[in-house]
Structures are given as structure tokens and as C-alpha cells.
């Protein structure tokens, strides 16, 4: 008891001392933050597999502020998982302050050191980032300078990851140049025509304690990319490469890695259209040799497909293989203007997509070796031989229409190809899919709407079809949804299964609160005017979100 | 280590309550890119002394494109009568990004577009949720957020821009 009053005291002294103290050096300033609070109850059923857990209740949080003033800035985030909720790695189990920093933010020079988020380039080669809803965050942990000159950012970084808890045991050096030559160079100043380029060197130090080989300490990873935009065209190249770095995810073959982008562009207003290819050879790089799944990745090779907002669209997204995949992507946008035969009284939007994954061309290095034998080079491959074996497919077509003030409607149909062994890692039949969804806004007074949603997903394969139908009405801030969720089963392999929810929830300002009860698959959830990724659920849960 | 913890909290817990909570504050500096490969600091977004919405979206999120959408069908009669400057910062990372450009420009949208693609602009403005909107007033401070779109959140947008214009206190929520 004496000690808690001490410490008490204590505190009070120490929170005086910095109040005069923030009064008098820091001299105003602002604080900003934002926390959110997800919990959910968990009710035990057997049909979807959901378990009840010890606890009852989990909860995931995060309180985040920042302190800005002039040029220097400080924040910090709070977390905590009591316990992470189900479907969210067990290793998050805890709380503390997972992220701290300090930053001096001047004109040419800019000084982080503590936790901080970095990309460069596309991410090729490095991207650290956080996904607070899919719990993912690789934060890295070090110092971090940047040097802005007129048309030219330097960036340089020494730092360790975050890993849950603790951070990982490699330790990542990085440097990234990105020039504008329009900037720079003086005669290119009002050319239409823009430049830009950029370079980026990353190498990660890990000791090498492994018994049966001998494995690179230092490994190099670099890359270099250059876009152009012209009037209404654009493009973008860009490339890396990294050297050989047997590890956990690659069977521990010593072959360089390589990877590449490219991105054409064109569009105007009322159309716009890109088309990419890209490839990834052994290119999955990570700050421990040893880590697989969602641990400590380095560089960051997306999936090149799209993100869908639907569930049903949304049930069998591509994992992408930084290994080894080879992909194309098309992506059009159009709108039929209003007046027109097809355009209706305010115009209709029309979206096209495309993609494509394969795997890669691999050979046998020589008679005595099979592809991908740990220890040995691996394999032989050829950069532009498209491999035999279909990752995934994705066709979809979107048309939006604002029939009058009241009523707007979007349909959308979609093919999948989706291989079981690569995106899920068991031997299953690949799952060809066509989906079909009708959205339906019908805005019936000011500030009053009602939504309808109906999803269909035909397959023969995996769990057979799906139907999803979803109501959803909304006034000013408060919304309110019901969605009934089915499944069919495959007869004689597993039962008709209902996910049947109801959603409300209340919005003010940048405070949100919003309360579910029902089962509930994971997946992105758009109601109530937001989107977010939803975790699995089977019980009560609550959201609480709020910027200030 | 625990004691640096508390620290820590106790200087923030000190600082936070030190300043008034419907202080105005300028737009944080990140650096952001515009559709043609500027990088362009957000501290230099600027509007004549006029009204600034900045809106955070992506091209996954259909709330997000249904705010964009139909402020665009009004958008031309909001600039005559406010001035009012509408800055679209997509979120999108490197996997979607690529269909910001062409969606910005299949849709015909007239507003300034910026990609944020590692959400360093999204994390210095506290935003956890897209749609989440902000209004910047003619001095560049920041005096109102608001998170989702439903129908009618425009409306209540445009007035208060209109209370900015005229020189207006708005409440902070």
C-alpha cells in the first residue's frame, strides 16, 4: 500500500514537472490520436467449427496518439489483445505501448528513430507497413533518415522488425534514391513529359548457425524503377534482384532471386485503362531465414488482382507466390455518357478486369537433381516461358447505373479459377466459380436509404454454392443491417450451413460504434457507409472507433 | 523498461490534457504522390483562402466511391458558389494503386487526386476507416472530420462549407 502511494506521488510529481515542462520548452502544439476497440463473445457451435473460448470474451485494442509541434513529433500506440481474437495469430497475446517514436521533421532533413513505416518503389525489395484489422504489422524499429533535395528524396534506415512481441533477429540496412527529372534538370522543367526515377539498395545480416549448410550473413537485395507520363499515357518499369538466400520458404536452394513490373497506362476523362505484367522468381525475403506465412516479410510482391468489396466476390482471393508466379492484369474503366442510348438520364459506369497467375518455367539444373532440392541451385529457368500449371484466374465486369434521384443499381458477374494447392496448401480439385450480384440503393427521402444486396456463387467444387442476401437501411448516422448468409453443401459430403447477422451501429462525427450479433465468415464487411476486413465470429461483438 | 513505459504515458497523458481538444490544427507535412509522379508535400495544400475537403478513399471501398460519385454530379455548382476545393487521397496500396488513374479518370472526377500508398499521410491524420473526411478552412487548419457516407452525408458537407465560406465557427464534430 505504502509503495503505491509512493509511486503515486511519484507520478504526480513527474506529471507536473513535464506539464510546466510541455508548457514552457515546448510551448503549445498539437496532440491527435485515434484507438479502436473491437470485442466479441464467443458462443460455441459445432456446425461452423466455432469454439467457445476459456476467456468468453476477446478483445483486440489500440489507442494511438501524436504530439506535433513545429518540426519535432512524437507518438506512440498502445495495444492490447485480451486474448487476440479468434483468427488473429495466438502470438499477439498481450499489451504494452507496441509502437513509440520521436521525429524531427525539417524542410531538407527528417530524422526518425523508433518504430517507423517505410516503402520503396513499389515495395519490391522493402515495404513495412500495418494492417490493424488482419493483424498484420512488420513495423520496423531503428533510425530512419531522410534528405530532400529540389526533385530528389534520399532515404537511408538501420533497423530491426517488429515480430508480435519481440523483434526478429535480422537486421535490415537500407538506402533509396527517387529523382524527378523534370525538377532537377532545368531545360526539362516545362516539358509535357515527366520522368521519374529511382534506385534502392536493402541488405538484411543474419548470423548463420546452421549445422548442415553454409549460408550468406549478409544478403543483398536491390531494385531500380523509372515511369513516364506523357498527356494521357503513362508507364512504369521496374525490377530487382536478390542474391542468393536459401531460407525456410524456398526449401533452402541457393538461387538469386529476381522479380518485375510493368505497367502501361492510358486514360482520358470518361475512359481509363492499364495493363500489367509482372513476374517473381524466389523472391520472397524475409529479416529470418527461418519464417514462413505472414512472419517478418521484407519485400512486398501483391497479389495482381483485384480487391473485391463483395463477400461472395471476395471468398476465393489469390495468395500471391513471390517464389514464383508470372501474371498479367487488365483493368478498364468506362462511362457511357448520360443522354446516350445506353448512358440513361446521369450516365453509366463500366468496369472491366482481368487477371491472370501462373507458375513460372523450371527445369532440373541436371539429371542428378530434382527442381527445388535444398542445397543445390534449385532450378533452371526462362524469363519470359510462362509455366504450366494456372494459379488463379479473374474475370469481372461491373456496371453501375443511377436509374433517378431514388434509385441506383450495380450488377456484377465474375468467373474464378482458384488452384486449392497453391492458395490454400492442400490437395483438393481447383474450384471454378461464377459469381453474380445485384446491389440496390434506393434513397427514398433525404437522408433515408435502404439497401439491398444479393449474392449468388455457383461451384461444383470446395463447399459447392453460396447465397448471400443482405438488407441494410440507414438514417443520417444510424444503420442498421440484417444478412443471411447460406451455403448448400455438397450432398453427400457436407450439410447446408446459415450465417445469419444483424449489424447496428451509430456514427457522429469521427466516432464510430457499431454492434453485431450472429455468425459471421471473415471477410471484407462494407455497412453503415465504411468498409473493414471482419474477422470470423460466432456471438456478440462490439466496434468502437474514434479520431481525434 | 516498465518504468520508461509509464513515463512515457505520463508525458502524453501531461500533454494531451494541456492543450484544449477543439484546438485547430495545419495539415500534418507527409509526402504524397499525384497522378502524373509529383511528389508533393500535403502541408502545401493550399485553396486561395477558400475551403478545402480532403477525403480519404480507396478503390476497393463502394462507400468510398459512392461519396466521390456523387459529390462529382454537384461538385461544379459547389465550386461556383464556395470555392471549396475537393482533394481525394486514395489509400490503395502498390497492389491496387494501379487502377486509381484510370478509375479517377473513367468516372470523369474533377478533383485533385493523391496516392497515399503506404498510409503515411492516412496514419499522420488518424484515420483507421475509409470514407473518413476532413474540412480545412481558409487559414489551412483543420476543423471538422467525419468518419462513413450514407445518403445525405453531402448535404450536411456543403453546409458546412457554406458556414466556412461565410466565416463561420463549426462545431468540431
Not at chain 1, 542468393?244 to 522479380?259: E, F, L, T
Not at chain 1, 442510348?341 to 497467375?357: D, E, H, Q, R
Not at chain 1, 504450366?388 to 441506383?408: A, M, P
Not at chain 1, 451455403?487 to 456514427?507: A, H
Request: hydrophobic residues 40%; charged residues 20%; glycine residues 10%.
Amino acid at each position: 500500500m505504502k509503495y503505491i502511494l509512493r509511486f503515486s506521488l511519484l507520478l504526480f510529481f513527474l506529471q507536473s514537472f513535464f506539464f510546466n515542462l510541455s508548457a514552457q520548452l515546448l510551448g503549445g502544439g498539437e496532440v491527435h490520436g485515434s484507438f479502436q476497440t473491437d470485442g466479441q463473445l464467443y458462443q460455441k457451435d459445432s456446425v461452423i467449427g466455432a469454439e467457445s473460448i476459456a476467456e468468453k470474451v476477446a478483445f483486440n485494442s489500440f489507442f494511438e496518439m501524436r504530439y506535433i509541434n513545429k518540426n519535432f513529433e512524437a507518438g506512440m500506440r498502445y495495444e492490447l489483445f485480451m486474448p487476440p481474437m479468434q483468427g488473429y495469430d495466438v502470438r499477439w497475446k498481450g499489451a504494452g505501448f507496441a509502437n513509440k517514436y520521436v521525429r524531427y521533421n525539417g524542410e531538407k532533413l527528417e530524422v526518425t528513430a523508433g518504430n517507423f513505416y517505410e516503402q520503396f518503389g513499389s515495395g519490391m525489395i522493402l515495404r513495412s507497413y500495418q494492417e490493424w484489422n488482419l493483424g498484420f504489422d512488420n513495423a520496423l524499429n531503428g533510425v530512419r533518415v531522410k534528405y530532400k533535395l529540389k526533385g530528389l528524396t534520399i532515404t537511408g534506415l538501420v533497423a530491426k522488425q517488429r515480430f508480435y512481441w519481440d523483434l526478429g533477429p535480422g537486421t535490415i540496412r537500407g538506402v533509396d534514391a527517387q529523382v524527378s527529372l523534370n525538377e532537377v534538370i532545368d531545360k526539362l522543367k516545362d516539358k509535357k513529359t515527366r520522368i521519374g526515377l529511382g534506385g534502392s539498395f536493402v541488405s538484411r545480416y543474419q548470423t548463420d548457425q546452421d549445422p548442415l549448410y553454409v549460408l550468406p550473413e549478409n544478403v543483398g537485395a536491390f531494385a531500380g524503377r523509372f515511369e513516364i507520363y506523357r498527356a494521357a499515357f503513362n508507364m512504369k518499369f521496374e525490377a530487382s534482384g536478390k542474391i542468393n538466400d536459401p531460407n525456410a520458404s524456398n526449401n533452402m536452394i541457393y538461387k538469386n532471386g529476381n522479380a518485375a513490373l510493368l505497367e502501361l497506362g492510358y486514360s482520358k476523362k470518361g475512359f481509363g485503362m492499364t495493363l500489367q505484367a509482372a513476374r517473381a522468381d524466389n523472391m520472397d525475403f524475409r529479416s529470418n531465414r527461418a519464417s514462413s506465412g505472414f512472419d517478418l516479410p521484407i519485400s512486398y510482391i501483391p497479389a495482381m488482382t483485384a480487391q473485391h468489396a463483395y463477400s461472395l466476390a471476395a471468398m476465393y482471393p489469390y495468395a500471391s507466390q513471390a517464389n514464383g508466379q508470372m501474371g498479367l492484369q487488365a483493368n478498364i474503366f468506362y462511362k457511357i455518357k448520360k443522354g446516350k442510348t445506353l448512358g440513361g438520364k446521369y450516365g453509366t459506369n463500366i468496369n472491366i478486369n482481368y487477371a491472370l497467375s501462373q507458375s513460372i518455367y523450371k527445369q532440373a539444373i541436371n539429371d542428378s537433381t530434382y527442381i527445388g532440392q535444398n542445397g543445390t541451385l534449385g532450378y533452371e529457368t526462362d524469363l519470359f516461358k510462362i509455366g504450366e500449371d494456372r494459379y488463379y484466374s479473374d474475370f469481372n465486369i461491373k456496371v453501375q447505373r443511377k436509374l433517378s434521384k431514388k434509385w441506383d443499381v450495380s450488377l456484377m458477374f465474375m468467373n474464378v479459377f482458384y488452384n486449392m494447392l497453391i492458395n490454400e496448401g492442400h490437395q483438393e480439385a481447383d474450384v471454378h466459380a461464377n459469381i453474380g450480384i445485384a446491389d440496390i440503393w434506393w434513397k427514398y427521402k433525404p437522408f433515408n436509404s435502404l439497401h439491398f444486396e444479393i449474392q449468388e456463387l455457383v461451384t461444383q467444387q470446395d463447399q459447392g454454392n453460396w447465397s448471400s442476401v443482405m438488407i441494410e437501411y440507414n438514417r443520417k448516422g444510424l444503420f442498421a443491417a440484417v444478412i443471411a448468409l447460406y451455403n448448400q453443401g455438397i450432398s453427400g459430403q457436407s450439410d447446408p450451413v446459415l450465417y445469419p447477422s444483424v449489424t447496428t451501429g451509430y456514427t457522429q462525427g469521427a466516432n464510430r460504434f457499431s454492434l453485431s450479433y450472429g455468425k459471421q465468415r471473415e471477410g471484407i464487411l462494407c455497412v453503415g457507409g465504411v468498409c473493414r476486413a471482419v474477422p470470423a465470429a460466432n456471438g456478440f461483438s462490439i466496434t468502437i472507433n474514434s479520431s481525434f | 523498461m516498465k518504468v520508461l513505459h509509464w513515463i512515457t504515458m505520463m508525458i502524453f497523458l501531461t500533454l494531451f490534457g494541456s492543450f484544449t481538444a477543439d484546438q485547430k490544427s495545419p495539415i500534418p507535412s507527409v509526402d504524397v504522390k499525384s497522378l502524373d509522379g509529383k511528389i508533393i508535400n500535403t502541408s502545401s495544400f493550399q485553396n486561395d483562402g477558400n475551403p478545402i475537403i480532403i477525403s480519404f478513399w480507396a478503390t476497393w471501398c463502394k462507400p468510398c466511391i459512392q461519396e466521390l460519385t456523387t459529390i462529382s454530379e454537384v461538385y461544379p455548382e459547389w465550386q461556383e458558389e464556395t470555392g471549396v476545393k475537393l482533394i481525394a487521397i486514395s489509400v490503395d496500396n502498390s497492389r491496387t494503386s494501379n487502377a486509381v488513374l484510370p478509375l479517377v479518370n473513367g468516372k470523369a472526377w474533377d478533383y485533385e487526386v493523391y496516392l497515399d500508398e503506404n498510409s503515411d499521410f492516412k496514419r499522420a491524420m488518424g484515420v483507421n476507416v475509409v470514407p473518413h473526411t476532413f474540412l480545412v478552412n481558409g487559414k489551412g487548419e483543420i476543423v471538422w472530420q467525419h468518419t462513413s457516407f450514407t445518403e445525405g452525408s453531402e448535404l450536411e458537407l456543403i453546409a458546412l462549407v457554406r458556414k466556412l465560406k461565410n466565416g463561420e465557427e463549426i462545431p468540431s464534430h
